[in-house]
């Protein structure tokens, strides 16, 4: 079969396309916007981390729709001086809070070749969907699924959590529920995971259409681990009161401290109890790509289903969240359905099934596998491995540095890269108070990003390493500004 000549095509006499009158000059202006890009990266470290926005920088998205276009040059100008510099900040390497990831360069100019292609992901048979698949191929070896398991990229983990859980619903009551709803037999469905586990797991219930009070909370142990005797007790608890357990949730990586649960002992009971495994890896999960962190996650290749962000440890530009599921007829069995105008054929551009469409709820998908593909070819698996292993050990090394300090109190133990600790201060009812003001000063000077959690009832400054360009240094300069700033609050009297 070959391709035929195509003839020369000439543009329209009335031109309403949006593409360039003089490509030569928007070739130099597409180079200066690239030489923004590069200049932002380069000098991260050198800018403050986040600046508040006054009355005037938010002003300046208050204008009616532009019925007449400025240019791409003034468009880049208004970027420059009204977005940029009120970025959250989380490129730069004292960003610490909540868990954002820093991006890297690869993947920033692979966003460009796809957005160039402007490839739709959805279906149909072309090479961006080849290299989505290589990634649940990449991702099926990391985590010792097999390799026929299947993969799809989402925005982040929330959406990859409530795949796995629709994926789990369908297993445990069959594809009628799909056309009848989840009736009577999705009434006793209940579903376990760690009082640690996030939020999203019991949105996800909710959104299934199971509820959220179909999920059992499960005590974590003095590690911040579910304890596994308590979810063995709740499931057969639950089974004599004549309910239908369906589906354990992990945590490899818990949103709080960075706990992970006995991801085997999970495996055990999940066989045992013939029950769906899903492991949330949202960040911890790409400690696999690091030989030294790896072992924490032994039993993650027995689940069923694993989320994760690649935008988070795998240092991929936002956003690119995953989900990787052991077998993918049940995969497909949660989310597959015909329409005319989705018809597949054997040959031709609509061949290649499964489509991407099968997989998840999106129809229009993005190309956002390319900055993943891109980064691995680039940097390869061992130096994103290396770099996630590098925020453990400046996380170590800050918590070293406060279990040393007596104004400092760790208020939990690190088993990745997350610190959480609080200035001591005169203890008093308003030490929480005290806290968070650390954090916000912090924040507006623009030094530092830690963001705040409550441990225990009591308010925690959270350091969560996550950044490739975050080293010790960064982290124990974060110990010496929350002393300074700490001592400086208490001497105020404020917080007395
Ligand atoms: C353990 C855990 N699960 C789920 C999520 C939600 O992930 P996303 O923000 O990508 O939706 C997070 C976010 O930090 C998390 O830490």
Redesign the pocket.
């Known amino acids: 079969m070959t391709l035929q000549a195509r003839p020369q095509l000439a543009p329209p006499p009335d031109r309403t396309d949006l593409d360039p009158e003089d490509w030569a000059a928007e070739r130099v202006q597409a180079h200066r916007m690239l030489d923004d890009v590069l200049d932002h990266l380069q000098g991260l470290r050198d800018g403050p981390v986040w600046r508040p926005m006054d009355d005037e920088a938010r002003a300046a998205f208050h204008g009616r729709l532009p019925w007449a276009g400025q240019g791409i040059a003034a468009a880049h100008a208004d970027f420059m001086t009204e977005v940029l510099p009120y970025a959250a900040g989380n490129g730069h390497p004292r960003f610490m809070g909540?868990?954002h990831g820093g991006g890297n360069l690869a993947g920033v100019l692979a966003e460009l070749l796809a957005a160039g292609l402007n490839a739709n992901l959805g279906g149909r048979d072309h090479a961006p969907i080849e290299v989505e698949r290589q990634v649940a191929r990449w991702m099926a070896e990391l985590f010792g699924f097999p390799a026929s398991a299947s993969g799809l990229f989402v925005?982040?983990?929330?959406?990859?959590?409530l795949i796995a859980v629709l994926a789990a619903r369908t297993a445990a009551l069959g594809a009628d529920c799909r056309v009848e709803g989840v009736g009577e037999a999705g009434a006793g469905l209940t579903a376990y995971a760690s009082e640690a586990?996030?939020?999203?797991?019991a949105k996800a219930l909710d959104i299934a259409g199971l509820g959220s009070g179909a999920l059992r909370k499960i005590p974590a142990l003095a590690d911040g681990g579910l304890d596994t005797e308590a979810l063995a007790e709740a499931v057969a608890a639950d089974r004599a009161a004549g309910l239908d357990p369906f589906l354990i949730v992990g945590?490899?990586?818990?949103?709080d401290i960075g706990a992970i649960d006995d991801l085997s002992a999970l495996a055990d009971i999940a066989a045992r109890e013939r029950l769906w495994l899903h492991v949330?890896?949202?960040?911890?999960a790409l400690a696999a790509l690091a030989p030294e962190l790896k072992p924490l996650l032994t039993g993650i290749e027995r689940a069923d289903s694993i989320?994760f962000?690649f935008?988070?440890w795998g240092q991929a530009p936002y956003?690119a969240?995953f989900v990787l599921m052991r077998d993918s007829e049940r995969h497909k069995a949660a989310f597959a359905s015909a329409a005319p105008y989705l018809q597949r054929r054997p040959r031709g551009l609509a061949a290649g099934e499964p489509w991407p469409c099968d997989l998840g709820p999106d129809l229009s998908r993005g190309f956002r596998a390319l900055k993943v593909w891109f980064a691995f070819k680039a940097y390869g698996a061992s130096a994103i491995g290396e770099a996630i292993a590098a925020t453990c050990r400046a996380a170590r090394d800050l918590a070293d540095r406060i279990d040393e300090e007596a104004e400092l109190e760790r208020l939990a133990p690190v088993t990745l890269n997350i610190v959480c600790f609080r200035f001591r201060g005169p203890e008093s009812s308003k030490t929480d108070a005290l806290n968070a003001e650390i954090v916000v000063r912090l924040q507006e000077a623009g030094l530092f990003a830690p963001s705040t959690t409550t441990l225990g009832g009591r308010l925690a400054i959270r350091a969560a390493l996550v950044n490739h360009r975050t080293t010790s240094e960064d982290a124990l300069a974060l110990a010496d500004e929350v002393l300074r700033l700490g001592r400086d609050l208490a001497a105020s009297g404020e917080f007395a």
């Not at 949330?280 to 911890?284: L, M, S, Y």
Request: charged letters at 15%; one cysteine or more.
């Open positions: 909540w868990v925005t982040g983990t929330s959406m990859a959590n586990a996030h939020g999203c797991i945590t490899a990586g818990s949103v949330d890896g949202a960040f911890g989320a962000d935008h988070k956003d969240g």
